[in-house]
């Protein structure tokens, strides 16, 4: 369900009303988990979704086969997901011209749009555009762009999602080295005291969200960490655990 529609807590965290910052305390005190439904089974994603209910938000990859050699959801499965779970819906943008694409995906039930800087004509503009329809915006990169260049836009935008694999499949390996982009975000929000969550995509799994979690993430989307599993609903909550315990040391 949209921020834009209810403010209701769900299982997880709530996601409050359109006009509260994404990193209020009450979202930051705990790591967030976000399964991605890229790695559920397609034939019961009612029942998968409803699996995972005690997840903080549910992770939707929205693929066009051009920006990424692979195809995914649209905007049809978007709104699916939404009629089934009253859960934030992190939606992450893996295709060209964005900018063509917000309006649907917002009508569709997105609470935050991701979109990848190397898609977007003017990054800053768009994310004011998704945010003045009271959604929140989020930026991406591929491993391969660096995170210098976007430091200085970080006001504009309530997430930062550090891909660390490359985009367009799942089950990939981790790749420890974009973790000096999360440190280098961590210390410029931190620094600057903005409102703005980090969040990391790719190879999250048992063995490598601690070391997210010391590096500075917020939130962690799992796929296979979480799908894959007998009980998924425990898995979140073991990653979600780690991930706490990790910045705790």
Not at 29 to 43: E, G, K, T, V
Not at 81 to 90: A, G, H, R, S
Not at 145 to 156: K, R, S
Request: charged share 25%.
């Amino acid at each position: 369900m949209s921020v834009r529609d209810s403010a209701n807590s769900s299982p997880g965290v709530s996601p409050l009303d359109a006009s509260s910052s994404i990193s209020d305390p009450l979202i930051k005190r705990r790591a967030l988990i976000a399964p991605s439904i890229l790695a559920a089974d397609f034939s019961s994603l009612g029942d998968q979704v409803r699996s995972v209910d005690n997840a903080d938000w549910i992770h939707v990859d929205i693929m066009d086969g051009h920006f990424v050699p692979n195809l995914s959801f649209g905007p049809d499965v978007t709104a699916t997901v939404d009629k089934i779970t009253e859960q934030y819906l992190d939606v992450h943008l893996m295709i060209e011209n964005p900018e063509h694409w917000v309006d649907t995906y917002i009508a569709a039930g997105a609470d935050c749009i991701i979109f990848h800087v190397e898609a977007a004509d003017d990054h800053v503009a768009l994310a004011k555009k998704i945010r003045e329809k009271g959604v929140r915006a989020g930026f991406s990169l591929k491993p391969a762009t660096p995170i210098e260049p976007y430091l200085a836009d970080l006001e504009h935008f309530d997430l930062a999602l550090v891909m660390s694999v490359e985009p367009g499949f799942g089950g990939q390996s981790f790749m420890p080295d974009q973790l000096d982009k999360v440190r280098a975000l961590r210390q410029a929000i931190d620094e600057r005291n903005l409102d703005c969550l980090i969040e990391i995509d790719g190879g999250i799994s048992e063995h490598t969200i601690e070391k997210s979690a010391e590096a500075g993430c917020d939130a962690f989307v799992a796929g296979s960490a979480v799908f894959k599993k007998t009980d998924p609903a425990a898995a979140v909550n073991h990653l979600r655990a780690l991930a706490t315990g990790a910045t705790q040391h």
